[in-house]
Nanobody
Framework: QVQLVESGGGLVQAGGSLRLSCAAS????????MAWFRQAPGKEREFVAAISWSGGRTDYGHSVKGRFTISRDNAKNTVHLQMNSLIAEDTAVYYCAGRRNTAYDYWGQGTQVTVSS
């Protein structure tokens, strides 16, 4: 069973940057495709970014494209989300997720990101 733990959230001013990290344990991290999702109060969960098991392919949600960058380090069992040019609308709980097949089976507990305007 894979466990995922996010870190790096916090309070930042609009225009600032944050780097989220997700540490995996208990499984073969390098076989998982990984992603970040977020959920703001009163809103549905939103796809943010995804990265293939090798790191060779990435995808981004429309609202973050060009501002956020997902990366991974299979040697350290970690995935990161570099968030630049943050805006108030980026305020949400950010979740790390992993999948071997089509569904994301593994989820972290989430980390809060708050952007003040």
């Amino acid at each position: 069973q894979v466990q995922l733990v996010e870190s790096g959230g916090g309070l930042v001013q609009a225009g600032g940057s944050l780097r989220l990290s997700c540490a995996a344990s208990g499984g073969t991290f390098s076989s998982l495709a990984m992603a970040w999702f977020r959920q703001a109060p009163g809103k549905e969960r939103e796809f943010v970014a995804a990265i293939s098991w090798s790191g060779g392919r990435t995808d981004y949600g429309h609202s973050v494209k060009g501002r956020f960058t997902i990366s991974r380090d299979n040697a350290k069992n970690t995935v990161h989300l570099q968030m630049n040019s943050l805006i108030a609308e980026d305020t949400a709980v950010y979740y790390c997720a992993g999948r071997r097949n089509t569904a994301y089976d593994y989820w972290g507990q989430g980390t809060q990101v708050t952007v003040s305007s």
